[in-house]
């Protein structure tokens, strides 16, 4: 995975595999404009996220589904940003007073502090943080996957015909659309898992995965009953409220928001509209789209 976002020129392309699919996307150059979309479907049981176990179950079919979608939208041969499922990445937020000058030693401070709070050892896995100052010292957002899970997609998008040029998390690529000052909620849900995001000034200050909160396995008064220890978390932690919510995955937002805004007491809008570029809808690439922005 990428060490250090800010300093890596990204590809245009973005390609996300999840549960149900591969969807991959272009944006032109500069301008970031999606200006092309693919997406191909996975049959039940080729994919198995996971942070402990083997992702891969049918190697064939996800790297056909991969290749297909990348030479749609042009990118065969080239660098792509590679974007896997929540359940397969553990995301955290540490605070440190400083880290070392050296990559290296920093690299090796993130892993100590990390080393009893995974379900496998650190030592066998990638690691990659981005380290922000605040008046305390050092806000850093690390996220950890294991070495032989991440082998596992790498192997799939080279045999594609492409390269995982950087490598993200579903819900960390989405925030790529989040456009805001103010404190935001992001709430993206998936086929394997729900994740909650809380950023502000672009800085990510709380992130969970909620396992067993599928779309369409809950309802929205549990889905609103799960996020409401995020909201206190936050408040707790930071004295203040979130001031909107951004929601992505759900097939209709009316059905949760009202949930959702009787909860938070703030709007609830979508992450990314409904767009259609090239017969898909924008919504269901918010990972992908999201690591072009």
Do not use: W
Request: overall charge negative; proline content about 3%.
């Amino acid at each position: 995975m990428a060490e250090r976002k800010n300093v890596i020129r990204l590809p245009h392309v973005a390609c996300e595999v999840t549960l149900q699919g591969v969807a991959a996307v272009r944006a032109e150059g500069k301008t970031s404009r999606i200006s092309a979309m693919h997406s191909r479907a996975l049959a039940a049981g080729v994919l198995t996220p996971s942070l402990t176990a083997q992702n891969v179950q049918n190697a064939q079919a996800l790297n056909e589904a991969i290749e297909q979608a990348i030479s749609a939208v042009g990118a065969r041969g080239q660098d792509v940003i590679a974007v896997l499922p929540d359940s397969a990445i553990r995301v955290t937020i540490l605070d440190f007073d400083s880290l070392p000058a050296k990559p290296k030693e920093a690299d090796a401070a993130v892993r100590f502090r990390l080393r009893k709070s995974l379900p496998f050892d650190i030592e066998k896995a990638a690691l990659s943080f981005d380290a922000q100052p605040t008046q305390q010292g050092l806000h850093v957002a690390a996220s950890i996957v294991l070495q032989s899970v991440l082998d596992e997609y790498e192997s799939a998008f080279r045999a594609a015909g492409c390269s995982p040029g950087v490598v993200l998390p579903s819900t960390l690529g989405a925030l790529g659309a989040v456009e805001a000052q103010h404190s935001t909620l992001v709430l993206k849900v998936g086929r394997d898992a729900t994740s909650v995001a809380v950023v502000k000034h672009g800085q990510l200050l709380l992130f969970r995965t909620l396992e067993g909160v599928e779309a369409g396995a809950v309802t929205a008064e549990r889905m609103a009953d799960d996020i409401y220890p995020s909201l206190v978390y936050y408040q707790d932690n930071y004295g203040e409220s979130v001031e909107q919510v951004l929601v992505s995955g759900v097939d209709k937002l009316s059905d949760v928001a009202s949930a959702l805004e009787a909860q938070t007491g703030v709007k609830v809008r979508e992450l990314i509209g409904a767009k259609v570029v090239d017969g898909n809808l924008r919504s269901d690439f918010a990972g992908a789209i999201g690591a072009l922005l």
